[in-house]
T-cell receptor, first 113, second 113 residues
Framework: GQNIDQPTEMTATEGAIVQINCTYQ??????LFWYQQHAGEAPTFLSY????GLEEKGRFSSFLSRSKGYSYLLLKELQMKDSASYLC??????????????FGKGTTLSVSS | NAGVTQTPKFQVLKTGQSMTLQCAQD?????MSWYRQDPGMGLRLIHY???????DQGEVPNGYNVSRSTTEDFPLRLLSAAPSQTSVYFC????????????FGSGTQLSVL
């Protein structure tokens, strides 16, 4: 089966940097996604990693280490609008999961002024 | 381009009633899926489809049926609603099952009394 862990809640202040960690255990890893979800809204895509290393996209960066089953999402220059839940999701091609995208429980980030 | 359209946005059912949540996408995506989202549980996969005529079960399929007669539509049927099915339901689609990101519908808030 699959197991995806991420912290439940985090807090930070405007202008700061925050790192949200995600660890996973899967049988057939085939990519890791990060999604952002504001309260009452649908998740929206942030980033995708399939090879080890850092992917940078503006204020957001995502890192992957396949050997350690570990990823993080780095948010720089935090803004109030970054207050949201951040969802780590793994694509698992094991027999049990088929071709599904499996989500962690999400990390709720609160940014204060 | 409408993307992924879900209806209804809100629904209240009595225990034992049946209903269908509609999902349609106009992006010619092969992959479609249904998730439910509950507080503290994250997004959990109910059913998914990798193309017309093909469906498979996810993590929490009991009490739900799906069919995929066309590429565009992927309805979710609740056969006999139970209070445990009170949740927010999201339909999502992607072009494929590799690096392609999921696009989510706006969600359906379902309450079963």
């Amino acid at each position: 089966g699959q197991n995806i862990d991420q912290p439940t809640e985090m807090t930070a202040t405007e202008g700061a940097i925050v790192q949200i960690n995600c660890t996973y255990q899967t049988s057939g890893f085939n990519g890791l996604f990060w999604y952002q979800q504001h309260a009452g809204e649908a998740p929206t895509f942030l980033s995708y990693n399939v090879l080890d290393g850092l992917e940078e996209k503006g204020r957001f960066s995502s890192f992957l280490s396949r050997s350690k089953g570990y990823s993080y999402l780095l948010l720089k220059e935090l803004q109030m609008k970054d207050s949201a839940s951040y969802l780590c999701a793994v694509r698992d091609f094991s027999d049990q999961a088929g071709t599904a995208l499996i989500f962690g429980k999400g990390t709720t980030l609160s940014v204060s002024s | 381009n409408a993307g992924v359209t879900q209806t209804p946005k809100f629904q209240v059912l009595k225990t034992g009633q049946s209903m269908t949540l509609q999902c349609a996408q106009d992006m010619n995506h092969e992959y479609m899926s249904w998730y439910r989202q509950d507080p503290g549980m994250g997004l959990r996969l109910i059913h998914y489809s990798v193309g017309a005529g093909i469906t498979d079960q996810g993590e929490v399929p009991n009490g739900y049926n799906v069919s995929r007669s066309t590429t565009e539509d992927f309805p979710l049927r609740l056969l006999s609603a139970a209070p445990s099915q009170t949740s927010v339901y999201f339909c999502a689609s992607s072009l494929g099952t590799g690096a392609e990101k999921l696009f989510f519908g706006s969600g359906t808030q379902l309450s079963v009394l």
